[in-house]
């Protein structure tokens, strides 16, 4: 049986001792001579026969790559959840822009009804959908695209507006509202 404890010495050296408030300390070869009444001479020669200095820095290295990757990995999920939160407002920002267009088609529909009714009727200016309105329409679909597109991870650059993942009746108006304003949309005086 051995006179020391040379395990538990070692093990405190390399991996160091936490106190009861949870702070780590590593403590040299003189406080571990102290710790465990080794002689010192004593303690420096085994801790270089088995190399505790080696060991020591092994342990601080991997642990300090320990605590970079749970960073990484903790800052990796705060950019996921925040590009995810950044599509989903561009995608509510896509679909506010289709529900503006439907609203604008039904407006349009309204005015159209009454300049048949009536060229000169006083109420059907109420209904006229300018054509800043559409383009600011137009610009926020597009942006509501750029945004997914950016949290996705995707070129943005020279995208046109088009319609992304929406069902057939919401292709299906844009491309009506585009060519009612081609062809009808303009202002009888």
């Not at 020669?45 to 749970?70: C, L, M, P, V």
Request: proline share 2%; net charge positive; no cysteine.
């Amino acid at each position: 049986m051995t006179k020391y404890n040379w395990e538990l010495a070692e093990r405190q050296f390399t991996t160091g001792i936490t106190n009861e408030e949870g702070q780590k300390s590593y403590p040299n070869k003189k406080e571990i001579s102290e710790t465990h009444k080794i002689p010192f001479g004593t303690v420096r020669s085994y801790a270089s026969r088995n190399d505790w200095d080696g060991k020591k820095a092994t342990f601080i290295d991997k642990k300090q790559r320990k605590i970079a990757e749970k960073k990484s990995e903790a800052e990796a999920n705060t950019i996921v959840k925040s590009d995810l939160d950044f599509g989903n407002t561009g995608e509510e920002i896509r679909k506010l822009g289709v529900r503006q267009i439907r609203l604008m088609n039904d407006k349009l529909d309204i005015y159209e009804r009454l300049i048949k009714e009536d060229p000169q009727h006083p109420e059907a200016w109420k209904f006229w959908v300018r054509g800043s309105e559409s383009k600011n329409v137009s610009e926020q679909i597009q942006t509501g695209q750029n945004i997914v597109k950016v949290a996705q991870g995707e070129n943005t650059v020279n995208i046109g507006v088009k319609v992304m993942d929406v069902d057939e009746e919401e292709k299906k108006l844009v491309a009506e509202f585009g060519n009612y304003l081609a062809t009808k949309g303009r202002r009888v005086e």
